[in-house]
């Protein structure tokens, strides 16, 4: 949390396994699984798309499991649009599988919506959100 809150890209892969499993499930343009630390640093490198965006992690509670490896940790991301001071406050939870210190796994739940309006990008989202193929499946208002 605190790496991402405070741009620390290129530390953030080795955080993670070799070979991981990261996820985000509320992503509306579903995008795959990353799964490598290559796949990582893809996703983490820094671009110039969008505003800067000035964050810190706010609000951290860490949930223990029954299971050693998985803590489940829920935070806030608070922050302001440099260029235009606007406030914004980004919930997020983190439910990470941990083994011999690495990050084996992680799903990675965000506001999406949030995300992309402070960067500018939520047009584009919801343009290719309308774009993007559905998957039909049978839903029946009437019971069978």
């Given amino acids: 949390m605190n790496g991402v809150a405070e741009g620390r890209w290129d530390e953030l892969p080795d955080l993670y396994a070799e070979q991981t499993h990261v996820v985000h499930p509320f992503d509306p343009l579903r995008a795959p699984a990353l799964r490598t630390r290559d796949d990582l640093r893809e996703h983490f490198r820094p671009t110039d798309a969008g505003p800067r965006l000035h964050r810190r992690a706010a609000d951290i509670t860490i949930h223990e499991t029954t299971d ?55 047009d584009g989202l919801v343009a290719a959100v309308n774009a993007a193929p559905t998957t039909s499946t049978s839903h029946s208002a009437e019971p069978r």
């Fill in 68 to 122: 050693p490896e998985v803590i489940i940790a829920e935070f806030e991301y608070q922050g302001t649009v440099a260029d235009t001071g606007e406030a914004f406050a980004l919930p997020g939870i983190f439910v990470l599988r941990v083994r011999n210190g690495e990050i084996v796994s992680s799903r990675d739940y965000f506001d999406h919506l949030t995300a992309a309006r402070i960067r500018g990008h939520l």
